[in-house]
């Protein structure tokens, strides 16, 4: 593999010394990097860890862009195993915050005034400090209110850019030279991670999620905090500064009623997925503030998901049947979920193995029963047969799983399918109220009118290329090549019984004629002619009971 660009080799060489580090020799050799065996010495190997633990140790090494890269992949459960999820789970924000002078310097340059023209203060050490970005507590000086400055961290952009094009070239020689990594499309994960990663860089987007969550809140003890357009641009986000303790907070403290609380942030997240349509993509117990009034507050909306109508329609109906264990119901949303990319699928034993999944849970009590489980043996099957999911789907499946493991951080005992199940029922029921059935159908009509005026004019399309001689079809033969093969070996044994019964007729003339020279007393020529058409017969008889259907 060839780095050009000094900067890029640079920052390759790093990342080969710490792959080198943690055991991936294979991975090292194949990239062919001068040196390489220098660094392999140099860093001893990492021992006494698994493959998928040395694989999460050399992330953390690599820095905050493969630290937010793994955090990201790790809401994929469509493209990745289980056993890799659960490791790139435990990657940790844990990088030192940004001097002072350097986020001052971001805050001055993207709002276009010292800090002092717009904060009477502004706190030098971070609440909170991640890889992208750190937050800071401040006062608005005109509005006179706490807020949390949101500060992209220096030049991360670049470095992000830079570590995102070294690592889009590394997936693709590994995909071409590691056939086992085929499977994981290691290509277009890259492609994906480097979408959403660009898309957290941008805080305009951010503010845009958090305004559009708060349309849809729909009771005071849900808050998304208030921000401030005027303040906040791509790389700044001042927003209004909740007091609270997180989910994770929760574990150790005391004289909290966690039952009400997991309830509370169990419901506002399936509520975002199922009715919403618009969620919060990585609901982790570090994303949930409790406030001392028990109101629940949702945070960094960096990455967010969408679903249509017709995927919550699609998932509200895949619950339903999970909950009422209707395996048949099971079996056909699934199917009609999963996309094939072209391939031929065995229909057949997916469904033996999704009876066999749901088997799990028919002697479980409803209240031990795990969704999350449930969702995540899903995505294995799909994988299993290479289906794909659409990416939103995907994500939801990600949010639903870690919703529930935030609710069971906090209160372990608590019945999720029990929760779930009342409020997809009364989806359900919501759904086939007279007034929405009568909009499905007035909507449906409206799209068969607007179809019907299109024919005059497509079919006027297609007779005027008709006239003027342009009219083509397309065809598609499957197994084509197969085709052709049986039709050129008829007509081989064609050619051959032709020429066969020609030179019976030949030899049989010469033979009457008596003419010599003579072999077994009669003419040579047609003795030979009788033997050739005797071995030409028994050839054609031969590829004709070979090639003859069992």
């Given at each position: ?19 080198a ?41 690599l820095?905050?862009t ?42 001055r ?19 909170a ?23 992209q ?52 987007q951010?503010?845009n ?48 009623d ?12 399936v ?62 949303i ?44 899903m995505?294995a ?66 799209s ?22 342009r009219?083509?079809?397309?065809f ?33 003339m ?14 040579a020529?047609?003795?030979i ?21 069992h």
């Amino acid at each position: 593999m060839q780095i050009n660009d000094l900067r890029k080799l640079g920052r390759f060489k790093d990342i080969v010394a710490i792959l080198a580090k943690y055991g991936f020799d294979d991975i090292v050799l194949r990239l062919d990097v001068p040196g390489s065996d220098l660094l392999r010495k140099m860093h001893p190997v990492e021992t006494g860890k698994s493959g998928y633990e040395r694989f999460r140790a050399a992330i953390e090494d690599l820095g905050p862009t493969c630290i937010k890269f793994g955090q990201i992949m790790s809401l994929r459960p469509d493209l990745l195993p289980q056993e890799v999820l659960a490791e790139l789970e435990k990657l940790q924000d844990d990088v030192p915050a940004a001097e002072y002078p350097d986020i001052e310097s971001v805050v001055r340059e993207n709002l276009g005034v010292p800090i002092r023209d717009v904060f009477s203060r502004f706190d030098r050490e971070p609440i909170a400090a991640a890889s992208l970005s750190q937050v800071h507590q401040a006062v608005l000086r005109r509005e006179k209110t706490f807020v949390a400055v949101k500060v992209q961290r220096p030049d991360i952009e670049k470095t992000i850019k830079l570590d995102l094009d070294i690592l889009e070239g590394i997936a693709g020689f590994l995909d071409q030279q590691f056939e086992d990594l085929q499977v994981y499309d290691l290509p277009e994960l890259v492609r994906v991670t480097r979408r959403n990663m660009i898309k957290e860089l941008d805080f305009t987007q951010e503010r845009n999620n958090m305004e559009i969550a708060r349309s849809y809140v729909s009771e005071e003890s849900y808050i998304i905090p208030v921000t401030y357009e005027q303040y906040s641009n791509d790389k700044v986000l001042v927003m209004e500064l909740i007091r609270g303790k997180n989910f994770k907070g929760l574990c150790s403290a005391s004289g909290w009623d966690r039952e009400r609380i997991a309830l509370k942030g169990l419901k506002v997240l399936v509520k975002q997925i199922l009715d919403d349509g618009f969620f919060h993509a990585d609901p982790h117990p570090g994303n949930l503030l409790i406030t001392e009034d028990m109101n629940l507050c949702v945070i960094d909306w960096g990455l967010v998901g969408r679903l249509t109508e017709k995927d919550r329609f699609q998932l509200i109906s895949l619950l339903k049947a999970f909950v009422e264990k209707d395996s048949e119901a099971l079996v056909h949303i699934f199917l009609r979920i999963c996309h094939t990319g072209g391939r031929n699928v065995d229909a057949g034993r997916i469904e033996r193995e999704l009876m066999e999944i749901l088997d799990n849970y028919h002697a479980v009590p409803i209240k031990d029963i795990n969704v999350g489980q449930f969702l995540m043996s899903m995505t294995a099957l799909m994988r299993a047969h290479h289906l794909g999911m659409p990416s939103n789907l995907s994500l939801m499946v990600k949010a639903l799983v870690t919703a529930e493991g935030s609710a069971r951080l906090v209160y372990p005992e608590l019945d999720i399918v029990s929760e779930i199940s009342d409020y997809v029922h009364g989806l359900v029921k919501k759904r086939y109220r007279p007034e929405v059935i009568w909009r499905s159908v007035r909507n449906s009509l409206a799209s068969l009118w607007y179809s019907q005026r299109q024919i005059p004019e497509q079919l006027g399309r297609v007779v005027g290329r008709l006239e003027q001689g342009r009219l083509g079809f397309r065809f598609r033969l499957e197994k084509l090549e197969q085709l052709v093969d049986s039709l050129e070996s008829a007509s081989n044994r064609l050619t051959a019984g032709i020429i066969t019964g020609a030179i019976i007729m030949g030899s049989s003339m010469i033979i009457t004629t008596g003419v010599g020279p003579f072999l077994f007393g009669f003419p040579a020529l047609g003795v030979i002619g009788y033997i050739v058409s005797v071995v030409l017969g028994l050839w054609l008889i031969y590829t004709i009971l070979k090639t003859r259907p069992h």
